[in-house]
T-cell receptor, first 112, second 113 residues
Framework: KQEVTQIPAALSVPEGENLVLNCSFT??????LQWFRQDPGKGLTSLLL?????REQTSGRLNASLDKSSGRSTLYIAASQPGDSATYLC???????????FGAGTTVTVRA | ETGVTQTPRHLVMGMTNKKSLKCEQH?????MYWYKQSAKKPLELMFV???????ENNSVPSRFSPECPNSSHLFLHLHTLQPEDSALYLC????????????FGSGTRLTVV
């Protein structure tokens, strides 16, 4: 059974600081890994999708890396803004499986 | 309408009621999912439909009954729920097994009283 862990559970930083969010998974036979953002009481917005053959993906201020052999992914958010305050979720899909396994998320607060 | 749309956004129901949640996707995907998100817990997969056939039922109680009449629509029929079923119910879709990722709707916040 795939277990996904996100550390830290919560993070509070001043505006402008870079954010580093960690995700680890137990089964390295993944097909892809997806980072999502969730605002309170809302659905999930996809941020980045990394295929198992890739090492990283970038979109604007966001960069996600993947080290499949060590079972880790890191989401970097550069120059954080108050609008980045949300919960960030990591989800992993195993090969030949429909199921996404989610971490519990990291709740980020960016202070103005 | 684009993406994945869920209705209603909020629902309050008594334990003896019957209600349905609706999900519609406009992405041309052929797989649809129901997930449950309870407070302080990771998202839990409930059901998966691929090409309108149920391919996964994640040990969900029979008081939850899914229906997928076509590849664009997914329903979750609810009856005799318990207060612990109160949660955010999220619908998602993908093309195949999600090689291009998953798209989620905004969710239905369900409160059982």
């Amino acid at each position: 059974k795939q277990e996904v862990t996100q550390i830290p559970a919560a993070l509070s930083v001043p505006e402008g600081e870079n954010l580093v969010l960690n995700c680890s998974f137990t089964d390295s036979a993944i097909y892809n890994l997806q980072w999502f953002r969730q605002d309170p009481g809302k659905g999930l917005t996809s941020l980045l999708l990394i295929q198992s053959s890739q090492r990283e993906q970038t979109s604007g201020r966001l960069n996600a890396s993947l080290d499949k052999s060590s079972g880790r992914s890191t989401l970097y958010i550069a120059a954080s803004q108050p609008g980045d305050s949300a919960t960030y979720l990591c989800a992993v899909r195993l090969s030949n499986d429909y199921k996404l396994s989610f971490g519990a998320g990291t709740t980020v607060t960016v202070r103005a | 309408e684009t993406g994945v749309t869920q209705t209603p956004r909020h629902l309050v129901m008594g334990m003896t009621n019957k209600k349905s949640l609706k999900c519609e996707q406009h992405l041309g995907h052929n797989a649809m999912y129901w997930y449950k998100q309870s407070a302080k817990k990771p998202l839990e997969l409930m059901f998966v439909y691929s090409l309108e056939e149920r391919v996964e039922n994640n040990s969900v109680p029979s008081r939850f009954s899914p229906e997928c009449p076509n590849s664009s629509h997914l329903f979750l029929h609810l009856h005799t729920l318990q207060p612990e079923d109160s949660a955010l119910y999220l619908c998602a879709s993908s093309q195949g097994q999600g090689a291009d990722g998953y798209t989620f709707g905004s969710g239905t916040r369900l409160t059982v009283v």
